[in-house]
């Protein structure tokens, strides 16, 4: 129980890798509050891993002022914000002239805006406590340079270098700031950004050569969460299998 007590937030917790951080944090004794757009799914993993659902938008100012707020009137505390909604699984792969502008706004205000403000509605709390840790999921598509979704790839890197000045700006007050690039990650939902034979290639450019599933990804957030990583702030933890190295 290496977060035994630990308040968490988990945006995007409804399915996919949300879902199984909530599931792990849980098992690690986290009171888990599953931020979710989808008001059936995240009902539905609150109550497996007996924790507190909030209908959150992300992209939205006041729906995560609300989150923050009901996740201190349930808990009394926030320890712990897992930034891990995107709009991903249901992107359409298509060269980036053809992406309509519509969509990129839409991605941007989730994807980017969205870390933001659900940082910025929980931060007041972390710096009242004296802690905080605040895990952004970026992706490994920033070393990749995946094509056909520039907008997707565009709000990843923004993740990982405001990972960088949000932990130059918390450090004093204790809150530690990390990103984790996950390489591809093979979850209950079935997704288009990767054909079967884009997945075979893939894996053979890995190190490892087998496809990640979720419980690949659990423990580096538990880690980043935990007492152990006291001193480690604005970095970058890649885990891909060793597709990549910077
Ligand atoms: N699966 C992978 O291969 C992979 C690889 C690298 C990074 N990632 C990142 O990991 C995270 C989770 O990936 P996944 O595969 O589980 O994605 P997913 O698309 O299956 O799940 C995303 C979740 O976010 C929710 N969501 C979308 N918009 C929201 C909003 N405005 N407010 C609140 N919730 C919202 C969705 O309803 C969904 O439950 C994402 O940030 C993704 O970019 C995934």
Not at 3 to 29: C, F, H, M, N, S
Not at 174 to 199: K, L, W
Request: glycine share 10%; with cysteine.
């Amino acid at each position: 129980m290496k977060l035994a007590d630990k308040v968490a937030i988990i945006t995007g917790a409804g399915q996919g890798l949300g879902r199984a951080y909530a599931q792990r944090l849980a098992k690690e004794g986290a009171k888990v509050v599953v931020a979710e757009l989808n008001a059936d799914k995240g009902q539905s993993v609150a109550a497996e891993v007996k924790g507190h659902f909030v209908r959150t938008d992300v992209a939205d100012e006041a729906s995560c002022n609300q989150l923050a707020a009901a996740a201190l009137d349930k808990f009394g505390r926030i320890d712990i914000l897992v930034n891990n909604a995107a709009i991903f699984s249901t992107l359409k792969m298509r060269p980036f002239w053809e992406i309509p502008l519509a969509e990129w706004d839409q991605l941007m205000g989730v994807n980017v805006r969205g870390v933001w403000l659900a940082s910025k509605a929980v931060v007041p709390q972390m710096r009242k406590q004296a802690s905080g840790r605040i895990v952004n999921i970026s992706s490994g598509v920033v070393f990749m340079g995946r094509p056909n979704y520039l907008h997707y790839v565009a709000s990843k890197g923004a993740v990982l270098t405001m990972t960088r000045a949000m932990a130059k700006e918390l450090g004093e007050f204790g809150i530690n700031v990390n990103a984790i690039t996950p390489g591809p990650v093979y979850t209950e939902v079935p997704r288009a950004t990767v054909t079967p034979q884009q997945r075979e290639a893939m894996i053979g450019a890995q190190s490892i050569k087998r496809a990640a599933g979720t419980q690949d990804l659990e423990g580096t957030v538990v880690f980043l969460c935990s007492d152990d990583a006291a001193f480690i702030t604005g970095q970058t933890i890649n885990v891909d299998g060793g597709m990549n190295f910077h």
